[in-house]
């Protein structure tokens, strides 16, 4: 178990890291921030001798710290109500990218994870990868039947690497989150959770390539829209083989246009590929950002890079699509009491208020091009009024609400005159009216009360092995316990864990800021 000096001199190096960028800046001048955690940032700046004022670089702060932290940063990105809009929009900028491994640990990696020599898979591996980012690099390759495939390789090392750092994630969020308050209502602890489940999903190629397979499966009926084949039997925890992409990345615009693609079209057909993942299958491809979305020649958009992807329920969807098309046409009545009945604001709140400051953030946007307004910026006006009306975060909405973004960044880029609300509003529309219409509704009661009767004997069972005679082990917490240093302990009260803990986090401050420690 690492220690609470090792989750303190770990922080101490990333806060160095971070104040020297002036990352750190906008804890400080948050008054929601509790005291001692302001405090304890701005002892991090004094020590590296750096001012308030200037430029912050908070995606470059998160690269210079490394994988894990260029992964979290990215996940950060998604939360303004938590790191602040201006560090939230800076992070939408980091770039998944690093240094590549040499081929030769590469090449002993594969060879190691299949238990044999690399030329019984492929007759030719490019040596040099076409992407290396902070989990894995990609190299281009043909197999012995002779399909060109792309072969995806974990760097060595990387799942430990992610072990270690994410546990001090773990440690700093539940000290954070003790300290009550604004941080009591945005659940970082749960944030962390999220990221250590989305990273443990990307570190595991198999589930990566399961994804996959079963996004195929969801958007098989769908138009101009496809997901690579998987190599089942060149697929393994640590190594991913899949068909290889000839075509164009959407970002190319100029050369897109050049093959006389109709961007009007390719934009579209992006809105509604992901209207359709996240509304009708609520399974959805949760990192489309134009490096992995290509356009083939005949304007099949094609995805890559299955590593994070985003499930809601259907009782989510459907409060899900009633939102937007409540927003759509304006009903913010009635986007209010979806928000209440989802429990998503507290009851003792008042609807019509709600309403209101709901009103407030949709009706400027209504019937404008994004170019002009967006949903980004919807949402952000969302994040606005979270604190007025105690919503705690929805963890199931966070990576969402960052693919909504992504999808909108693009579409405007191909065409910047896209409605997004008009685009979405007759898929919503139509989804509404057959997921929640008379006949979807008294069929819906139909199977939800015949499986609640067939559930009946095996709920009776579980209360028995839960609740037996004599005893019974209770349920893990969904939550691991985390040790607080501010817990009291063999007599010590928790005022000499928090001064020892600030001393010892400025003397690795100080001394780094001095150059004693790299």
Known sequence: MTTSAVHLIRLARWGVTLARRRALVGIENDPNAPVALRQLVRLARLATLTGKNGPRDYAGAFRAIGPAAIKLGQSLATRPDLVGEEAANNLLSLQDSLPPVPFSQIKAAIESSFGQPIDKLFSEID??????????????????????????????????KFARD?????????????MGGEFSRLRPRLTIANFKRWTNSELDLRREAASASELAEQMAGVPGYRIPGIDWDRTNGRVLTIEWIDGIKISRVDELRARGHNFAELSERLVISFLTQAISAGFFHADMHQGNLFVE??????????????????????????????????????????????????????????????????????????????????????????????????????????????????????????????????????????????????????????????????????????????????????????????????GRGWLGYVLSGLAGAGAVWGAMALGWIG
């Open 166 to 178: 994410i546990t001090t994630y773990e440690w700093a969020a539940a000290h954070v989150e003790a």
């Open 297 to 490: 020649d005949d304007g099949t958009i094609v995805a890559i890079d299955f590593g994070i992807m985003g499930r809601i329920d259907r009782r989510a969807r459907q409060w899900l699509a009633e939102i937007l098309y409540g927003l759509t046409t304006g009903n913010y009545q009635r986007v209010a009491e979806i928000h209440f009945e989802a429990q998503y604001v507290p009851s003792y709140h008042s609807v019509g208020e709600f309403a209101t400051a709901l009103r407030a953030v949709g009706e400027p946007m209504r019937g404008k091009p994004v170019k002009e307004l967006s949903v980004g910026q919807m949402l952000d006006g969302l994040f606005a009024i979270t604190r007025d009306f105690d919503m705690q975060t929805q963890p199931h909405l966070l990576l969402l609400q960052k693919t909504m973004v992504m999808v909108e960044g693009i579409a405007t880029q191909l065409n910047p005159d896209i409605n997004m609300w008009d685009t979405a509003a007759p898929y919503v529309r139509s989804w509404i009216r057959d997921e929640l219409g008379p006949e979807a509704a008294l069929a819906d009661r139909l199977k939800t009360d015949a499986e609640t009767l067939f559930r009946l004997p095996g709920l009776i069972r579980r209360l028995e092995e839960k609740y037996p005679p004599k005893g019974g082990a209770p349920e893990t917490p969904p939550l691991p316990h985390i040790p607080l240093i501010t817990d009291k302990r063999e």
């Open 127 to 160: 040596p040099e990868p076409v992407g290396a980012a902070s989990i894995a690099q990609v190299h281009k390759a043909i197999t012995t039947e002779g399909r060109k495939v792309a072969v995806k390789v974990l760097r060595p090392g990387i799942r430990e």
